[in-house]
């Protein structure tokens, strides 16, 4: 697995990283095929249990995860992305949230919302 090269120390001989960061900003334009190319090399990673393409208001697109477990994470993570939005525009109305992360004891949850109203979600365990 690697990090992005801003991250890597050329001495460090370890390309591995307890945390790493994956990168899982898709273009709305992209076809079928880059979107398939992209979720298969995001569920390469190590530890990812998880993802899901889902609109803004929690409609799931696509998933790795059970229906059950879908079902649920796009209808809290949906609220949690509609939520942090609202927050960041009122914090500062000429900004608006690009990428929200959440992190427990055992997992990571990655969500980068779009303008268009998508929303990719990853959801990781921590190693």
């Given amino acids: 697995m690697s990090t992005p090269a801003s991250n890597q120390n050329p001495n460090d001989t370890n390309q591995e990283s307890s945390n790493p960061t994956i990168n899982i900003s898709m273009n709305v334009g992209s076809s079928l095929s880059e979107v398939e190319e992209t979720l298969a090399r995001i569920r390469s990673h190590k530890g990812v249990e998880g993802v899901i393409i889902m609109t803004k208001d929690g409609a799931t697109i696509q998933s790795t995860l059970s229906p059950e477990q879908t ?57």
């Fill in 71 to 127: 079902n649920a994470h796009c209808a809290l993570l949906s609220q949690l992305s509609v939520k942090a939005a609202l927050i960041v525009e009122q914090l500062n109305p000429d900004d608006e949230l690009s990428f929200l992360r959440v992190r427990s004891q055992q997992r990571e949850v990655m969500i980068a919302p779009d303008k268009s109203g998508y929303i990719l979600v990853v959801i990781q365990k921590i190693a």
